[in-house]
């Protein structure tokens, strides 16, 4: 049966209601949200004579809650005009709506007799067939569907998200006793097109797969920090990105999701599991269990782990819980000897080894905390899933971990591993011992180009399903993909005659290496290949220029080294745009100022859904030079219609490079101008390369030839630069801006007006890249230029002298 999903309605309207009717509305999916009555007007619509048979007052919680949701930061919704997707109403007055909707989900509170209350009065609406499934995040299958007909009971799943359903990945799918097994292929599906998530099949066990890992990892934790006196920040330091985890680490992670929430979890877990060898660690030690008792319950509750102060003169102090007294003390900024001599280490692998392998504190918590949890997972097989990439998938996608406990365990050499484990009390399952004396020494491996997993039931190693819809640079890599290297780019091999340009610098910044990897990658394409994608799995696409090299040369005042490098970044990214093969650039997440203009200059680009775009150079006391501000020049030139008002689009453009705007979505990119109609948007990260290589197939097969250098460029001389400087001048007046801005406005706007002409004029590319040179050469001889550089390289901030 083919299933289409047009229309979802959801059941609740809380915190995850909310917002996955957004993420539905996000994809064009058309929502019904429904909340329960209040019990009485309210003060405020008692006032305006309002009683409880008026529409707004039937209607408020559920409006309230989605008027909150669509405050909240970071936003759950691509572009608040999505927000028309969505109708509000309430169980008693529009629940036999649901009979126009192929999809209800209920999110309603986690008690096992309300939600079974509600599918009672569901099942007197819903059409045969429709799909119902559940969100919850650990109430089982079975009890939920419990006395309910045939046809609920086969269409009837679990889709446990994870919050905030827009950015993080993870979806469980939990199949019911009776799910009908094409449910399941259908969600599976669904969730990773449509929704673009991680959609990991779980079985019917307590808290399923994520958070019975997830929150028996953090629990083990809190145990051993307890028993080594560790601290918060000490804590935070030693479990975030330096290990390939979230920035948020550990406690900065349980105050955003709330400690009461992970304490709920934890507790229904020790209840719940009757033959967990493991079960005591989901007691609660003394630093989780005074917070909690407290309702020091993070940010929802003003104070938990960390505490803002807010002074009455303003000023914001943070401060983190002691241990020892279980008083607030001011943030410690420790100075961890082993994590100052890993800070060179790029890989994150090679990290995780050395910090591993430390022979004091760090590497005696790090050996403790990942030998348990290998240990833990490994007796968790088959109980809560059959097959341990699973495992992996979940924790990685629900957590934001980069590698999964199996994944890590490879990472540190499974045999070198267990020798360590089994010396330290931490046995893990017999599966294990099995397969290293079968000589196989790893959870994974990478044959014929797909990535395998160790198959526990037939002691074989099996294709990941679904791999062969990805690509995967880690993959091309183990795989012997790549074609070529230096220090800041290497070149695989895609198949099918497309190769595939990764940077690895730090933040993907575009230095010496990459510009020289774009020109080596191009020039390989067009003797040898169908066309170019450039992309990574980074954990951002690219921060921009290396602004490192720029401050050097510009504090020796060496504008000839400046102005070759400007010039060679510029004639590199009018490669990018004419070469005589299809380039397809996928940017994701950060694409900043040379990100973001070597995006602009792309045959097409494959964006991910969340883009940070932006042209930014206006911060650090510049003007984009590497063709951004030619280009969005360009672009207002070929919107032109007959009857526009010309000024007001030039205006806007200009504004958002004067402003440094940087998109909070791809859609909101493309309304910035920074995609156009040709331009793609993939919603699952994972299939954001495979879609880019098919793109420029598209291309090449569609007959691409090579485009003609742009020499009629509209632009609108002294007219322009009026406009400009009225406003400029406007805004200096009101000290809305710095004098040091007005020059950079000044110089942004000469650029985008092409000179001090006349009258209109046709200009070429080169025209404006050779103004929009002069002006970066110009600004970065400026002393308050390099004092925003400075403050952006060795303090992070952003400085407006």
């Given at each position: 049966m083919k299933r289409t999903i047009q229309k979802v309605a959801i059941l609740g309207s809380g915190v995850m209601g909310s917002r996955i009717a957004c993420h539905f509305a996000n994809i064009g999916v058309q929502?019904?949200?429904?909340?329960?009555?209040?019990?009485?007007?309210?003060?405020?619509?008692?006032?305006?004579?309002?009683?409880?048979?008026?529409?707004?007052?039937?209607?408020?919680?559920?409006?309230?809650?989605?008027?909150?949701?669509?405050?909240?930061?970071?936003?759950?919704?691509?572009?608040?005009?999505?927000?028309?997707?969505?109708?509000?109403?309430?169980?008693?007055?529009?629940?036999?709506?649901?009979?126009?909707?192929?999809?209800?989900?209920?999110?309603?509170?986690?008690?096992?007799?309300i939600k079974q209350s509600l599918y009672e009065k569901v099942e007197m609406h819903r059409k045969p067939g429709t799909l119902i499934t559940s969100n919850t995040s650990g109430i089982p299958m079975k009890m939920l569907c419990q006395g309910r007909s045939e046809d609920f009971q086969e269409n009837f799943a679990g889709t446990h998200f994870f919050n905030p359903p827009r950015y993080l990945r993870l979806l469980e799918i939990i199949p019911g006793p009776k799910t009908n097994p094409d449910i399941i292929t259908f969600l599976m599906d669904y969730g990773d097109r449509f929704l673009?998530?991680?959609?990991?099949?779980?079985?019917?066990?307590?808290?399923?797969?994520?958070?019975?890992?997830?929150?028996?990892?953090?629990?083990?934790?809190?145990?051993?920090?307890?028993?080594?006196?560790?601290?918060?920040?000490?804590?935070?330091?030693?479990?975030?990105?330096?290990?390939g985890r979230a920035k948020s680490a550990t406690f900065r992670t349980m105050d955003v999701v709330g400690l009461d929430t992970m304490v709920n979890v934890a507790n229904n877990l020790h209840q719940a599991l009757q033959n967990d060898e493991s079960k005591d660690q989901f007691k609660l030690p003394e630093i989780v269990k005074v917070p909690y008792e407290n309702k020091w319950w993070g940010d929802k509750t003003g104070k938990g782990f960390f505490h803002m102060i807010r002074h009455d003169n303003g000023k914001k102090e943070l401060k983190e819980l002691d241990f020892e007294s279980f008083e607030y003390k001011p943030v410690e900024k420790p100075d961890i000897k082993a994590l100052g001599e890993a800070k060179d280490i790029q890989d994150v692998k090679q990290r995780i080894k050395f910090l591993v392998n430390d022979q004091n504190t760090v590497g005696e918590f790090y050996r403790s905390s990942y030998y348990d949890l290998f240990r833990y997972c490994s007796l968790r097989i088959p109980e809560i899933a059959d097959q341990l990439f699973r495992i992996d998938q979940a924790v990685c996608a629900g957590f934001g971990w980069e590698y999964g406990p199996f994944e890590n365990w490879d990472i540190l050499g499974v045999r070198d591993s267990l020798k360590k484990m089994e010396a330290a009390g931490h046995r893990p399952a017999d599966w294990v011992l099995e397969m290293l004396d079968a000589g196989n020494e790893s959870f994974y491996r990478v044959e014929n180009g797909q990535k395998q997993y160790y198959d526990i039931a037939s002691k074989t190693y099996q294709t990941i399903p679904g791999q062969e819809e990805f690509i995967q640079l880690d993959t091309l890599r183990a795989g012997k993909k790549k074609i070529w290297g230096n220090a800041g780019a290497s070149l695989f091999d895609m198949g099918d005659d497309v190769v595939c340009l990764e940077f690895h610098t730090k933040m993907n910044s575009l230095g010496a290496e990459v510009v020289e990897g774009i020109n080596t990658a191009i020039n390989m394409a067009e003797k040898n290949y169908k066309g170019l994608v450039i992309g990574n799995e980074?954990?951002?696409?690219?921060?921009?220029?290396?602004?490192?090299?720029?401050?050097?040369?510009?504090?020796?005042?060496?504008?000839?080294?400046?102005?070759?490098?400007?010039?060679?970044?510029?004639?590199?990214?009018?490669?990018?745009?004419?070469?005589?093969?299809?380039?397809?650039?996928?940017?994701?997440?950060?694409?900043?100022?040379?990100?973001?203009?070597?995006?602009?200059?792309?045959?097409?680009?494959?964006?991910?859904?969340?883009?940070?775009?932006?042209?930014?150079?206006f911060g650090v006391g510049l003007i984009p030079a590497g063709g951004g501000t030619k280009e969005m020049t360009l672009r207002f030139s070929n919107e032109l219609k007959a009857g526009d008002v010309e000024l007001n689009r030039l205006q806007e453009y200009f504004m958002n490079i004067a402003t440094a705007k940087v998109s909070t979505s791809a859609v909101e990119a493309r309304a910035l101008g920074y995609l156009e109609d040709k331009d793609d948007i993939t919603i699952n990260r994972k299939r954001q390369l495979a879609e880019a290589k098919a793109k420029v197939l598209e291309l090449y097969d569609g007959g691409y030839t090579q485009p003609l250098a742009n020499k009629k460029i509209k632009v609108l001389g002294q007219t322009s630069l009026a406009m400009f400087e009225a406003g400029i001048t406007g805004m200096q007046y009101g000290a809305y801006i710095s004098d040091h801005d007005a020059k950079i406005a000044r110089k942004l706007a000469w650029v985008m007006s092409g000179g001090d002409l006349s009258q209109p004029t046709e200009v070429s590319e080169q025209y404006l890249l050779d103004l929009e040179r002069e002006a970066f050469l110009s600004l970065t001889g400026e002393k308050k230029t390099l004092e925003r550089i400075q403050s952006i390289l060795f303090k992070g901030k952003p400085l407006r002298n």
């Open positions: 929502v019904l949200l429904l909340d329960i009555l209040p019990k009485a007007p309210n003060e405020g619509e008692t006032k305006k004579g309002l009683s409880l048979e008026d529409k707004p007052v039937r209607n408020r919680i559920v409006n309230e809650s989605l008027t909150n949701t669509l405050k909240s930061k970071p936003s759950p919704i691509y572009d608040q005009s999505f927000t028309s997707r969505i109708k509000t109403g309430n169980f008693e007055d529009d629940l036999s709506k649901i009979k126009n909707y192929d999809w209800v989900i209920e999110v309603v509170v986690e008690k096992l007799e673009g998530k991680e959609t990991v099949l779980c079985k019917d066990t307590p808290a399923f797969i994520a958070n019975r890992i997830g929150v028996y990892a953090m629990m083990s934790s809190m145990h051993l920090i307890e028993k080594m006196g560790l601290g918060v920040s000490e804590v935070d330091k030693l479990t975030g990105t330096v290990i980074g954990a951002n696409f690219s921060a921009g220029a290396n602004l490192s090299m720029l401050f050097m040369f510009a504090g020796d005042q060496d504008f000839d080294e400046i102005n070759l490098m400007i010039a060679q970044f510029q004639k590199t990214m009018m490669r990018v745009r004419y070469s005589s093969v299809p380039v397809v650039i996928a940017p994701h997440n950060m694409a900043l100022g040379g990100g973001c203009e070597m995006s602009l200059h792309a045959d097409a680009i494959q964006a991910h859904a969340e883009l940070y775009m932006g042209l930014v150079e």
